[in-house]
T-cell receptor, first 115, second 111 residues
């Protein structure tokens, strides 16, 4: 059983560019959350998607947007990249019950470097 | 504002040397405190959920406890494979769907 898969694993962009990160949730999971983890810090909540809608959002600017598809996979888009956007972007999936218990299944992340 | 502080930032232990990691939190209406383990280059892996003061959970050499202001992750007779970053997170009533993480404790267990 494949767990949460994310792509790409590493990417390098320059300031002002746009990036799209992709996530396929664990089989049977319908909820996808995105987190940003800067070096040496804990993950920070960006937003969560359920039934193709953004259910909750953290303190991130509108440059960060997302989408969930009917097969529950998700994308994270970041526009007008800043140096400070360099981080590990983590996708986490869960079921409705898992969301309530806090048991999230994380992918290995996409490492974004902005030059 | 909901906040999580973990200490120490880093901890070095000899194999078999028991210790505890601390997680202090401030949250409006705790809806769960969570422990995750993160290995280098990997995403966090779920360990425990605690909901109320006095609750305890155990898994192999790990035991998590909860009070009204903090949680402890006790590691008994650790082995080198326990080396990882341990993350604590809380969920409050204001943001039911998001977890607020601390910066983690980097644990190194040497043979």
């Amino acid at each position: 059983d494949a767990g949460v898969t994310q792509s790409p694993t590493h990417l390098i962009k320059t300031r002002g560019q746009q990036v799209t990160l992709r996530c396929s949730p664990k089989s049977g999971h319908d909820t996808v959350s995105w987190y940003q983890q800067a070096l040496g810090q804990g993950p920070q909540f960006i937003f969560q998607y359920y039934e193709e809608e953004e259910r909750q959002r953290g303190n991130f600017p509108d440059r960060f947007s997302g989408h969930q598809f009917p097969n529950y996979s998700s994308e994270l888009n970041v526009n007008a990249l800043l140096l400070g956007d360099s981080a590990l972007y983590l996708c986490a999936s869960s079921t409705g019950t898992g969301t309530n218990t806090g048991e999230l299944f994380f992918g290995e992340g996409s490492r974004l470097t902005v030059l | 504002e909901d906040q999580v502080t973990q200490s120490p930032e880093a901890l070095r232990l000899q194999e078999g040397e028991s210790s505890s990691l601390n997680c202090s939190y401030t949250v409006s209406g705790l809806r769960g405190l969570f422990w995750y383990r993160q290995d280098p280059g990997k995403g966090p892996e779920f360990l425990f959920t605690l909901y109320s003061a006095g609750e305890e959970k155990e898994k192999e050499r790990l035991k998590a406890t909860l009070t009204k202001k903090e949680s402890f992750l006790h590691i008994t007779a650790p082995k080198p494979e326990d080396s990882a970053t341990y993350l604590c997170a809380v969920r409050g009533s204001g943001g039911y769907n998001k977890l607020i993480f601390g910066a983690g404790t980097r644990l190194a267990v040497h043979p």
